[in-house]
């Protein structure tokens, strides 16, 4: 209902009207295209953009240390900034969203990234690069939590399962195809060419997203008090199965988080494999993660999601289990990794998938939560990992980790009460 602030909400997500057609909309109805292909590439692109504005300066640190006269572990630390300032700020930028409008704050979210990633390539300095970190935490905040908000409620359906998958397939696809590239161009051009040209694609990226994504409806927001924010989030903290999918969340990221941290430490220490060969099998990992995510946006995907992100979320806990500790061997250990991420993905999405169909509060907020919840349990799963290894070596690491999988798998497996179903909760923004 509009006009009437945040506190209250309409009970089902609000279709963009016909006089809020975006103007690609019209295009491509001209060309007789799904009318949501547009939005699908927008949200894509973004998610791509902003996940790579957050990955690619770590492989450019040995050039910039010297050109800023700072240090490698110094510039980690301005990535580690951005990080923590993205994941508090989604926690304000969600609410924020669902008032003035998905549309509006996701183009603020491009051009936030745009700034700073061309501020990045034009800096003089390590303190002003530091003083860039704010810029880049908003950028984050609004490019990584507000697509899945979007493509959870614009489109419905089988659409919105799809554009759910293929945005979270766009930002694993950040890693894995887009750092390289970038990379491989930089021995050519240098790294702040690099990052300047991120931010001129930022910039198209904005445009894009302006023109692709339907106007939001005009509204009387709420005044900006911290109240007034909090009261996004009550449905949530209130709401049992969405929390449920929220602890499902922080578990499964936990063990899929804590694999990550020590498996290239595993591979060198316990297998002997080289640098470039670890690398490779990283690589391979993100691939299994794009082709997963992929798959649960497509037929997959049509299964009952509940059991689908349960039986996922089990069967990555148990491949964990056997690539950490069971003496397989290189070759094998390799080859499940894109196995475990491949079927991680489909539980992601699920839950994603979950959490718009099923929230009781904005769906910006219900993302931006989810983010911190990520971010949290990711930060929970290596420093368990840290803990499991050192109590008692690889072996504690393969049954811990896979404990935490099975315990989200659990978690989303129980059915939600009737009396407790979107459709009949009194509040939905």
């Not at 692109?45 to 300066?57: C, H, I, N, R, W």
């Not at 603020?108 to 061309?118: E, S, W």
């Amino acid at each position: 209902r509009q006009g009437e602030g945040m506190d209250s909400y309409p009970a089902e997500p609000v279709p963009a009207p016909s006089g809020a057609r975006s103007p690609l909309f019209e295009l491509a109805r001209r060309l007789r295209r799904p009318a949501d292909g547009h939005i699908v590439l927008a949200l894509c692109v973004a998610s791509f953009l902003g996940t790579l504005s957050f990955v690619a300066p770590a492989p450019f640190f040995p050039e910039m240390a010297p050109d800023l006269e700072t240090t490698v572990p110094l510039l980690g630390q301005v990535v580690t900034a951005v990080l923590l300032l993205s994941s508090a700020l989604g926690l304000v930028v969600g609410p924020l969203a669902d008032q003035y409008g998905h549309r509006r704050l996701m183009v603020i979210g491009m051009g936030a990234v745009a700034v700073a990633m061309l501020g990045i390539g034009l800096a003089p300095s390590y303190p002003v690069l530091l003083g860039i970190a704010p810029v880049g935490g908003l950028g984050g905040a609004a490019v990584l939590a507000l697509p899945l908000a979007i493509a959870g409620t614009r489109l419905t359906g089988a659409s919105s399962r799809r554009a759910i998958g293929w945005t979270v397939a766009s930002m694993a696809c950040a890693a894995v195809v887009g750092v390289p590239f970038l990379t491989t161009i930089g021995g050519a051009v240098g790294w702040r060419a690099v990052f300047i040209g991120i931010g001129l694609a930022a910039l198209g990226a904005g445009w894009l997203v302006a023109a692709a994504l339907p106007v939001d409806q005009e509204r009387t927001p709420a005044p900006l008090r911290a109240r007034t924010l909090l009261a996004a989030y009550r449905p949530l903290v209130h709401h049992r199965p969405t929390l449920r999918l929220y602890g499902a969340t922080a578990l499964r990221t936990a063990c899929w988080i804590g694999l990550l941290t020590y498996f290239g430490a595993f591979l060198a220490e316990e297998l002997g494999l080289g640098t470039r060969q670890v690398g490779v099998a990283y690589m391979l990992g993100g691939v299994g993660y794009c082709l997963g995510s992929l798959a649960a946006g497509g037929r997959l995907g049509g299964l009952p999601l509940r059991p689908l992100a349960s039986a996922s979320n089990a069967a990555m806990g148990l491949l964990v289990g056997l690539i950490v500790a069971l003496p397989l061997g290189p070759v094998a250990t390799v080859a499940l990794l894109p196995l475990a991420a491949f079927v991680g993905a489909i539980g992601s999405v699920g839950l994603t998938t979950l959490l718009a169909q099923e929230t009781p509060a904005g769906a910006a907020a219900t993302m931006g939560l989810n983010g911190a919840v990520f971010s949290l349990g990711a930060a929970g799963g290596a420093a368990t990992g840290g803990l499991l290894l050192q109590l008692g070596g690889y072996g504690a690491l393969g049954i811990g980790l896979p404990a935490l999988a099975l315990a989200s798998a659990l978690m989303v497996w129980r059915p939600i009460r009737p009396a407790l179903t979107v459709r009949d909760s009194p509040s939905r923004p």
